[in-house]
Nanobody, 122 residues
Framework: QVQLVESGGGSVQAGGSLRLSCAAS?????MGWFRQAPGKEREGVAN????????YYADSVKGRFTISQDNAKNTVYLQMNSLKPEDTAMYYC??????????????????WGQGTQVTVSS
């Protein structure tokens, strides 16, 4: 049983920045950030493999978002810069106890946080 708690969401103007945090009760194989807008499918935003530090990003956020980890705190971060209105969604932190493949497949993650809302206005 892994408990995940997200924080850092909020409302910002287009072009602004937010930093999301995901505090985990214990480390897993990989951690990922997903987002879901009303009426839309949940999509993978970024992923990090805890052991290697390898990172993956959705094409829509490459160059703007950065995922990072603090293993001592069992915490994963998502730095979001140059935010766009289309980034508006509920953002979820997820953990995978085994290798998630492909990384952006939500079904490959077995632990989920409650979500934190990100709203970007134009």
């Amino acid at each position: 049983q892994v408990q995940l708690v997200e924080s850092g969401g909020g409302s910002v103007q287009a072009g602004g920045s937010l930093r999301l945090s995901c505090a985990a009760s214990e480390s897993r194989y990989a951690m990922g950030w997903f987002r879901q807008a009303p009426g839309k499918e949940r999509e993978g935003v970024a992923n990090i493999y805890i052991r290697t530090g390898n990172k993956y990003y959705a094409d829509s956020v490459k160059g703007r978002f950065t995922i990072s980890q603090d293993n001592a705190k069992n915490t994963v971060y998502l730095q979001m810069n140059s935010l766009k209105p289309e980034d508006t969604a509920m953002y979820y932190c997820a953990a995978a106890s085994s290798n998630p493949y492909p990384w952006f497949n939500a079904r490959a993650y077995n632990y989920w946080g409650q979500g934190t809302q990100v709203t970007v206005s134009s």
